[in-house]
């Protein structure tokens, strides 16, 4: 079955910068889109962007425009997620989401906790 | 930046019907929005209930819903359980390969 496992929770310094990682199994990994979305404390559900695995395109909200990167590694089936400049806004639990071609994350790695505290 | 905006919070009974409406600040919800619907307790990863406006992700009850009503998306519960007491989110594409979640509902079962 498909599975999506995250990386472990991290702790940071403002100003530092985090990748997190989400390894895939279960499916062909290339075939499609992986999304990523946060959600701060006690907030709702935040649309970070999205990468092709197939051609390494990627996608952002605007916000996170010039401080997000996503990339992939298709010999591990695995995308990643830097998030540069961190701030004390940034401190979330970011979860990956594989999209099932039809324009909405169908399944969900675990989720991995950022927290970005001085 | 469009704003996709859902109701803050449902009371229903058990037993009892609810619909939750997602709306997009800059115009009507269409098909083409491809609406996504996902639930969520607190603590808890995030569950794909409806996506493509309709269509029930695998395993999910029929009590869930998904339509179109008016310039809005929808999610109905028929026949709430008190395990349907969480958080609910739609999700809009937005065009250009661009999404947004909606701020959310807490669906309450009393």
């Known amino acids: 079955q498909v599975q999506l496992v995250q990386s472990g929770a991290e702790v940071k310094k403002p100003g530092a910068s985090v990748t997190i990682s989400c390894q895939t199994s279960g499916y062909t990994f290339s075939t499609y889109f992986m999304h990523w979305v946060r959600q701060a404390p006690g907030q709702g559900l935040e649309w970070v962007g999205q990468?092709?695995?197939?051609?390494?395109?990627?996608r952002l909200a605007q916000k996170f425009q010039g401080r997000v990167t996503m990339t992939r590694d298709t010999s591990t089936s695995t995308v990643y997620m830097d998030l540069h400049s961190l701030t004390s806004d940034d401190t979330a639990v970011y979860y990956c989401?594989?999209?099932?071609?039809?324009?909405?994350?169908?399944?969900w790695g675990q989720g991995t906790l950022v927290t970005v505290s001085s | 930046q469009a704003v996709v905006t859902q109701e803050p919070s449902f009371s229903v009974s058990p037993g009892g019907t609810v619909t939750l409406t997602c709306a997009l600040s800059?115009?009507?919800?269409?098909?083409?929005?491809?609406p996504s619907w996902y639930q969520q307790t607190p603590g808890q990863t995030p569950r794909t209930l409806i996506y493509n406006t309709n269509v029930r992700s695998s395993g999910v009850p029929d009590r869930f819903s998904g339509s179109i009503l008016g310039n809005k998306a929808a999610l109905t519960i028929t026949g709430a359980l008190a395990d349907d007491e969480s958080d609910y989110y739609c999700a809009l594409y937005l065009g250009q390969a661009i999404y947004a979640f909606g701020t959310g509902t807490r669906v309450t079962v009393l």
């Open positions: 990468i092709n695995p197939r051609g390494d395109s990627t």
């Open positions: 800059s115009g009507s919800v269409s098909t083409r929005s491809y």
């Open positions: 989401g594989r999209d099932g071609s039809l324009y909405a994350a169908v399944n």
